[in-house]
């Protein structure tokens, strides 16, 4: 498997930029060796270049893949390749949230997921400086995630209270009074 991706390689080694400069055909077939062998699409930490392809695939592709022949077409297909950002599916499933419930305070209970996007966009936006630092914090939440969640009318704050947290003694009353 690792000499096929060597031999994608080689194919154009004239490039200094090869991640860019080949042919989306033997990028798309990288990828396809990458998920053969792995069994799943590569992540920054497994492949930082693959990764950005992917990205870049979905940025550039998205809205336009009559420019891709039906053969890479068919190879992003068998593999699973998801058009739709992570982001993206996340926002349309929090708006889905909101049209049923009516707020954007997802529970754990009801989508442990999209929960944990919640707190952690929220948190991000929290401590968000702009991206003027670089900081890892100021990276996790781009200028159109903000744009996105606001004309969504997205709640940077919990927009409804944390239910009152009852003593131990409260609660056994409250069992007494059941019986």
């Known amino acids: 498997d690792d000499e096929e991706v ?24 990288e990828l396809k060796i990458y998920f053969d062998k792995h ?17 870049k695939l ?20 068998e593999i699973g390749f998801r058009w739709e950002s992570k982001t993206t599916s996340r926002l349309n499933e929090l708006k ?5 419930h009516g707020h954007f305070d ?17 948190s991000a936006y929290n401590n968000w400086d702009g991206g003027t630092t670089g900081s ?8 159109n995630t903000i744009s996105e969640l606001t004309s969504m009318g997205f709640t940077w704050g919990r927009s409804r209270p ?4 009852q003593s131990f003694e409260s609660r056994i009353e409250d069992l007494k009074k059941y019986k």
């Open 6 to 29: 060597s031999a994608v390689h080689r194919s154009n080694s004239t490039s200094s930029d090869m991640d860019t400069r080949r042919p989306i055909s033997e990028r798309i077939l």
């Open 39 to 55: 069994g799943k699409l590569p992540t920054p930490k497994s492949n930082k270049s693959l990764w950005r392809f992917c990205s």
């Open 58 to 77: 979905r940025n550039n592709y998205e809205n336009r893949k009559d420019r891709l022949s039906p053969q890479d077409l068919e190879t992003l297909r």
């Open 96 to 100: 889905l949230h909101f049209d049923e």
């Open 106 to 122: 997802v529970s754990t209970s009801e989508n442990s997921g999209l929960a944990r996007y919640v707190a952690n966009i929220r």
């Open 136 to 143: 890892a914090t100021a990276r996790k939440i781009s200028d």
């Open 162 to 165: 944390r239910p009152a947290q």
